[in-house]
């Protein structure tokens, strides 16, 4: 059997729980088929220090990373990936800032990556590369003579065709697709735009179903939304810290009724937006005040991107103004921590939760409503309230689909939530939890890693780059 080679930005010991939704799925993949994980180490080291190669077994994963330099880090990290790309493909067109110094450090560190990780390869390995950090990374391999299967999955969402365009040297970006056997998005939507596209933009012709022939090369493309273990989170909600979590949470709510947020601290999110959802429905429901409590956990992310910066200080401005307008001396509307809880505490408070807010303006997919969904009491579900820009709405269509720029409406979806009998409820639970066993993460990984295999090999000879 092949070996499977991972490669991401970040390296997680699969053995050690992480916080991102990346991270989470590619542990549980790795974890289950053995093989290698190369990336980042996270550590910035000195110039001329970053050519040392860190392995580790952890377990069955073998993991290699490599150090970056602060020019390095500062270009291909802060610079191109999360300052021109992600807030482009979230839709962000005036967040991204398209200094012409990034996406020369992001070709650099992309260049590393391939040098340092091709003596590691064997001949039969199968490579998997994830996310926006990396995708000129096969064309990189392959300029240095790597002919192994790889494949491409992005996490976040492809924008349509006209916003991808706004990007400079956004034809060579989607040109170093083509280096790969198979590139595969969250979504319909996300293909459809990869589709229009390479197809206005590149002149490439589809050569059958799902596959499509530019720069003298052909690529196969298709949509795998992500999933979750819904097994082993059941488990964890099941599990002491999980069960304790819950009863504590029952007993501090048992007379409220409790919604939860569950985010990394991003602009993608929508967080302003819901707490201005959240204040709308107070203001317009009175019976809310001093029955309903908000509690929302926003980890911190990429402090040193200056978007992030922003988010935060207006958030923390809307929870303030909210608690001191509706605030009583007995209860809060909000309770926000700018915090990391423990993986395993999130079942829990889920699980004691009657309405889960998952509200981003645009996501790849978002696994918190997937994860809100597995740990539901079967007999006495929650409801979950989601955007219609997560990519998890072209799934989950039996959620409370909002649209989160529609501040009316999503306080009336949210009420609508909250007054939900429970014959509704179930009836919509038990159909999400079909759906979320049916796609899970095994069906994923399985799904992308078969059409990786049975991706047609391509014709040698072609210049890369
Ligand atoms: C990217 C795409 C796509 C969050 N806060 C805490 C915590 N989390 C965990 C959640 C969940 C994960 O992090 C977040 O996953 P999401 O999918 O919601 O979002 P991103 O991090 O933006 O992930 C996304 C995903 O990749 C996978 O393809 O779905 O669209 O943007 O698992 O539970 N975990 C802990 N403490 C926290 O405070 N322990």
């Not at 290699?64 to 807030?87: C, E, I, K, M, R």
């Not at 909600?237 to 029952?250: D, F, H, I, L, N």
């Not at 509704?424 to 059409?451: I, K, M, P, S």
Request: proline share 5%.
């Amino acid at each position: 059997m092949s070996r499977l080679v991972v490669i991401s930005n970040r390296v997680a010991d699969p053995r050690k729980t992480a916080a991102g939704g990346l991270a989470v799925a590619l542990a549980e993949v790795l974890s289950n088929t053995g093989g290698l994980w190369f990336g980042w180490s996270g550590k910035i080291v000195p110039e001329g220090a970053n050519e040392a190669l860190h392995t580790q077994q952890a377990g069955p994963v073998k993991l290699a990373t490599v150090d970056l330099t602060q020019a390095d880090h500062d270009a291909y990290y802060l610079g191109y990936s999360n300052g021109v790309l992600w807030p482009v493909f979230h839709y962000r067109l005036d967040l991204a800032d398209f200094d012409a110094g990034y996406i020369a450090g992001y070709r650099r560190v992309n260049q590393q990556f391939a040098r340092k990780l091709l003596p590691l390869l064997r001949p039969d390995d199968i490579l998997w590369v994830h996310d926006y950090h990396l995708i000129p990374l096969a064309a990189e391999l392959r300029a240095l003579g790597c002919k192994q299967r790889i494949g491409f999955f992005l996490h976040i969402p492809l924008p349509p065709p006209l916003m991808l365009a706004a990007i400079p040297g956004h034809d060579w970006l989607v040109r170093a697709l083509f280096a790969y056997d198979l590139v595969g998005f969250q979504s319909k939507a996300d293909l459809g735009h990869f589709a229009g596209y390479v197809e206005t933009e590149a002149h490439a012709q589809p050569v059958e179903p799902g596959r499509w022939r530019a720069f003298g090369r052909t690529v196969q493309a298709g949509a795998f939304p992500i999933g979750i273990d819904v097994d082993e989170f059941q488990a964890l909600t099941r599990a002491p810290e999980g069960a304790e979590m819950y009863q504590r949470m029952k007993n501090e709510y048992s007379r409220r009724k409790l919604l939860v947020g569950v985010d990394r601290l991003d602009y993608s999110k929508g967080l302003p937006h819901r707490m201005r959802a959240f204040r709308e429905l107070l203001a317009k429901n009175p019976e809310t005040r001093n029955s309903a409590t908000l509690i929302q956990i926003a980890s911190p992310s990429r402090e040193d991107v200056s978007a992030y910066n922003d988010i935060l200080h207006e958030l923390e401005s809307l929870c303030g103004s909210i608690n001191g307008n509706f605030g009583e001396l007995d209860w809060m509307p909000v309770r926000y921590m700018h915090r990391t809880v423990a993986r395993a505490r999130l079942p829990g408070l889920y699980r004691a939760s009657r309405v889960a807010l998952v509200t981003p303006l645009r996501d790849g997919m978002n696994l918190v409503a997937k994860e809100f969904i597995a740990a539901q009491d079967e007999a006495d579900p929650g409801v979950l309230v989601l955007s219609r820009f997560a990519g998890a709405a072209e799934q989950m269509r039996e959620a409370m689909l909002v649209n989160p720029y529609d501040t009316e409406g999503t306080a009336a979806g949210i009420m609508m939530a909250l007054q939900m009998p429970l014959e509704e409820r179930r009836n919509r639970h038990q159909a999400l939890l079909q759906t979320l066993r049916r796609y899970d993460v095994h069906w994923w990984c399985d799904g992308f890693l078969q059409a990786l295999d049975s991706a047609q090999a391509e014709e040698a000879g072609t210049s890369w780059l």
